[in-house]
């Protein structure tokens, strides 16, 4: 899968350029990125975001995360994160987010994916 491929790639530049995980000698597994992404996502972004797989976006304008998971694919939301998302609209504030939060919060986004045909 391109995607995991990426996350991956995305993990080892991490550990290369900050350490994040230099230090610690367990390696985090996909499932732990997914769940980590998801309380980042549910701390920051659930205001507005739809984070499920049927729930409405609380904020009537905001792509539920599902939608965002169909239309970008993670390599040009990784850049757009790491930069800080504008999305020119006042009532979405501007993020940058860490490597490590990025990475996390991919991987959650990619969980989302597969099951987007169900809509
Ligand atoms: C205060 C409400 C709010 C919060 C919090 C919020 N967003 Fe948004 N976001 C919005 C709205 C509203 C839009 C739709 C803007 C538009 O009309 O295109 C949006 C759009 C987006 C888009 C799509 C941009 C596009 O061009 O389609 C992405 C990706 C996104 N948000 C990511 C995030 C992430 C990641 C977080 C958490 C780190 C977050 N948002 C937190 C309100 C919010």
Same mark, same amino acid.
């Given at each position: 899968m391109r995607a995991g491929f990426y996350i991956r790639t995305l993990a080892m530049a991490a550990i290369a350029s900050f *350490? #994040?995980? *230099? =230090?610690?000698?367990q390696q985090p597994t996909q499932d732990t990125f997914v769940a980590q992404g998801r309380v980042f996502a549910e701390k920051n972004c659930g205001r507005c975001h739809a984070? *499920?797989? &049927?729930d409405p976006s609380p904020h009537p304008k905001a792509p539920p995360f599902r939608r965002v998971a169909e239309r970008y694919p993670s390599e040009n939301l990784a850049e757009a994160l790491a930069e800080g &998302? #504008? =999305?020119?609209?006042?009532d979405m504030p501007v993020f940058v987010l860490r490597p490590d939060e990025i990475e996390k919060f991919l991987a959650f986004l990619d969980s989302l994916g597969p099951k987007t045909g169900e809509r």
């Open positions: *350490g #994040v995980y *230099g =230090a610690s000698a984070l *499920g797989d &049927i &998302i #504008v =999305a020119g609209h006042p």
